[in-house]
């Protein structure tokens, strides 16, 4: 009723979702690698090991969280970690990333 009452010219989003057998929403493939590359951000930077890897290879100041959330959004050429969820360029800088601290490269 509330859309029928309201005045003509009135502006309304409308989204669309994939919904399985049970009405829950489908996490499409690339959603859920976002998802994962978002958490794998956060909990990196909460990683004192790999705190201690960015300052080695000049990509955070200091070894703390807020430092590394700061080099990875700099590295990823993001404004927030957030972003990894939709930007594929972003999340393939970060993955990069992630491997070479995983393979322990010192030059980025």
């Given at each position: ?8 010219g ?7 979702v ?14 859920e ?13 909460r ?7 960015m ?5 955070a100041?200091?070894a ?35 491997e070479?601290?995983?393979?322990n490269?010192?030059?980025?």
């Amino acid at each position: 009723m509330d859309l029928l009452a309201q005045p003509v010219g009135c502006r309304y989003q409308i989204a669309m979702v994939l919904l399985d057998d049970h009405d829950q929403p489908v996490k499409g493939r690339d959603m859920e690698e976002g998802d994962r590359a978002v958490q794998s951000a956060a909990m990196l930077c909460r990683n004192p090991k790999f705190q201690q890897w960015m300052v080695r290879v000049g990509l955070a100041v200091f070894a703390s969280e807020e430092a590394c959330t700061d080099g990875v959004r700099a590295f990823c050429k993001v404004e927030s970690r957030a972003e990894l969820k939709t930007n594929h360029e972003a999340r393939a800088n970060f993955i990069v990333l992630r491997e070479r601290f995983e393979n322990n490269f010192l030059d980025i």
